[in-house]
């Protein structure tokens, strides 16, 4: 199984920052990946696919790069709604894999 | 509008089984495979199994074979998702999801999730 490594595990920021989360995949997955948000009590929300492209109606603060084993998601300028828990998914192969998460907390 | 709507939640005792439905709507059902997540409360994602709606061919983590099964009625466009066995470890929130592939591989629409008890 490939295995999704997320770090860091939790990051404190204020509104308007800049915040990088990362994602290692433990082998190759191309650009297969792709990244979630979900607030509590609620469902996880795709933000991102093939490591890049923005889901519809995602908003543009929130980029996605990498590719193969190594990811990272951005988000250019925090808003209050961005405060949440982010995931990252191996889309390579089967069976599918999330990474453990990033909580976003305010700061 | 794309939605996938779940059934309520569950309360099983230890070995037994719960079944939970996931009707679509808002698009072809057979045109899209659907997948089931869990997630224990305060934990991360867990990818169990996938179904494809129009064949019914199916695929499950390996923790999961044996218990699991993944069935649907195209007729209602409603997919299901059957544990046996059910312990306490099992208690969590299942969510289907719908899968894209077409080089957009990712879930991009999800039920509201089910909560399922397993206690004595």
């Known amino acids: 199984d490939i295995q999704m490594t997320q770090s860091p595990s939790s990051v404190s920021a204020s509104v308007g920052d800049r915040v990088t989360i990362t994602c290692r995949a433990s082998q190759d997955i191309s650009s297969w990946l792709a990244w979630y948000q979900q607030k509590p009590g609620k469902a996880p929300n795709l933000l991102i696919y093939v490591a890049s492209i923005l889901q519809g109606g995602v908003p543009s603060r929130f980029s996605g790069s990498g590719s193969g084993t190594d990811f990272t998601l951005t988000i250019s300028s925090l808003q209050p709604e961005d405060f949440a828990t982010y995931y990252c998914q191996q889309a390579n192969s089967f069976p599918f894999t999330f990474g453990q998460g990033t909580r976003l907390e305010i700061k | 509008q794309v939605q996938l709507v779940q059934s309520g939640a569950e309360v099983k005792k230890p070995g037994a089984s719960v079944k939970v439905s996931c009707k679509a709507s808002g698009y072809i059902f057979t045109s899209y495979d659907i997948n089931w997540v869990r997630q224990a409360t305060g934990q991360g994602l867990e990818w169990m199994g996938w179904?494809?709606?129009?064949?019914?061919?199916?695929g499950f983590a390996q923790k999961f074979q044996g218990r699991l099964t993944m069935t649907r009625s195209t007729s209602i466009s409603t997919a299901y998702m059957e544990l046996s066995s059910l312990r306490s470890e099992d208690t969590a929130v299942y969510y289907c999801a719908r899968w894209r592939t077409a080089g957009r591989h990712s879930f991009d629409y999800w039920g509201q999730g089910t909560l399922v008890t397993v206690s004595s």
């Open positions: 179904m494809n709606p129009n064949s019914g061919n199916t």
